[in-house]
């Protein structure tokens, strides 16, 4: 009998900023190259991404950034509501809540986390999703 599990997606996207960018192009093209994603890598002199990876050189002399990690959220309100729960919970504000100039509609709030992680929660504005999530079934023997 199959099991299924509805997956949906709450990493929005993921941002690196690194010392060496060919250095990591090189290294996440072999990696992306081994797990056969490799063609759908974007790159310019600026930026490599694939999905919902983004990477980028650090600032001239400035340090390599901790991980951004971008949680979806539904709407404005949970936005806040990750915000103020992040706060709550040692967090440390980065950024609160409110529209950002990334693109029309981008909602988010930014924390760091106890070991310095930018965390953000993102709402990208009225839109509607191909599917509400991902359908993996498993065989269970």
């Known amino acids: 009998m199959p099991q299924q599990f509805h997956v ?22 072999a990696v992306f190259t081994a797990l056969g994603r490799a063609e759908a890598m974007q790159e310019d002199p600026t930026h490599f991404a694939l ?11 400035g340090p390599v950034s901790h991980v ?7 709407d404005p309100a949970m936005v806040q509501a990750f915000h103020q729960a992040a706060l709550a919970a040692g967090g440390t504000d980065h950024g609160g809540p409110g529209e950002r100039h990334y693109h029309p509609g981008y ?8 070991d310095g992680n930018n965390i953000e929660a993102v709402f990208h504005g009225p839109n509607v ?6 359908v993996v079934s498993a065989v269970v023997p």
């Open 51 to 61: 999905d919902e990876l983004w990477v980028d050189q650090r600032d001239p002399g």
């Open 129 to 134: 999703r191909s599917a509400p999530s991902v």
């Open 68 to 74: 951004h990690l971008a949680f979806q959220a539904a």
């Open 8 to 29: 949906g997606r709450l990493i929005d996207h993921l941002h690196l900023r690194v010392a060496d960018l060919d250095a990591s192009k090189r290294f996440y093209r």
């Open 107 to 114: 909602y988010a709030a930014f924390v760091l986390d106890p």
